[in-house]
């Protein structure tokens, strides 16, 4: 069934849902949402499973128009969003009657709002995903961003009940413009010469990764290593001595040394950077690492609820 139109596609507008993980060893990018707790967090609010497909809308929103009556929520990135000319309250399940226009205006905070359906969106699986992958054109429609004109279906899995959000889950949110990182042993220079500074995102990112903006950090001699997996959040340090973070869109294997790696519990706040944000960067252990994913986990297990 055929449920929104796509009246203007807004900056960067794909569909997204967890991505395509272990198939690394293919060559195959992970890729999915950039912030991956919003997007579930949207698919929880409408009842829908975790993964299931929904719009990522990239700093300058697009304009929808619902040709069915359903239900959405927003989460993420507030983009002004609108509703026929009228605000529309993110982190809630609301009401779309056919007809309607979903809009949005400046943006006021973080880079990229999820808008899920109830019913999720259905776009054809490839390896296992319907993900969009703009560098390998996969996924999503056609492998690309969505344009004036696309039509969006929805699933024939039925939504569950719409939920609610405990607003400690927003705490994920917080300060989004520091991010821990468990460095790299052995790493290419001393790890106050990295958290020291004050890094701005370079007009040069994209999903692959954020490159940033600072002073040129020491490079060892040669400043290669051995390609190997990137994990989700590695900090590479190319030959120019500035970091570059890679994200969801990150290929399978690098060979720039590494300074560390954001963790898990903070790529949702690095998913919401956007070009010219001041980030820093602040180092924790693996076990600090671990508890903060599993005190982010409780809240999501008792955060959205019927």
């Not at 929808?64 to 983009?79: K, Q």
């Amino acid at each position: 069934m055929v449920a929104l139109r796509l009246r203007r596609p807004g900056l960067l507008t794909t569909v997204q849902d967890l991505g395509r993980p272990g198939l690394g060893r293919f060559g195959v990018s992970v890729s999915g949402a950039m912030d991956p707790l919003a997007l579930v967090v949207a698919n929880r609010l409408v009842g829908n499973p975790d993964g299931a497909a929904a719009l990522e809308c990239t700093a300058a929103g697009p304009e929808l128009e619902a040709l069915v009556d359903l239900h959405l929520a927003l989460a993420g990135a507030d983009l002004s969003p609108t509703l026929d000319d009228e605000p529309v309250e993110m982190w809630r399940a609301v009401f779309a009657g056919a007809g309607s226009v979903l809009a949005f205006g400046p943006r006021r905070r973080g880079a990229r709002c999820y808008v899920a359906v109830a019913g999720g969106l259905a776009v054809p699986a490839v390896l296992g995903s319907g993900a969009t992958d703009l560098g390998a054109a996969i996924g999503g429609v056609a492998g690309r961003a969505l344009r004036t004109g696309d039509e969006l279906s929805l699933g024939a899995v039925p939504a569950g009940p719409e939920r609610h959000l405990h607003p400690a889950l927003l705490r994920a949110w917080a300060d989004p413009f520091t991010l821990r990182f468990v460095p790299e042993d052995g790493g290419p220079c001393d790890v106050a010469a990295f958290t020291g500074p004050a890094w701005r995102v370079s007009a040069s990112s994209d999903r692959t990764g954020y490159r940033l903006d600072g002073p040129a950090l020491p490079v060892p001699g040669g400043a290669t290593m051995v390609s190997e997996p990137i994990a989700p959040g590695t900090i590479q340090l190319p030959p120019d001595g500035r970091p570059i973070v890679l994200m969801a869109d990150r290929q399978t294997v690098g060979g720039y040394p590494r300074l560390g790696a954001v963790i898990a519990a903070d790529l949702p706040k690095a998913g919401q950077l956007w070009l010219g944000h001041e980030v820093r960067f602040v180092a924790v252990t693996a076990a600090g690492a671990r508890a903060a994913l599993a005190e982010q986990q409780a809240l999501l297990a008792h955060g959205v609820t019927a």
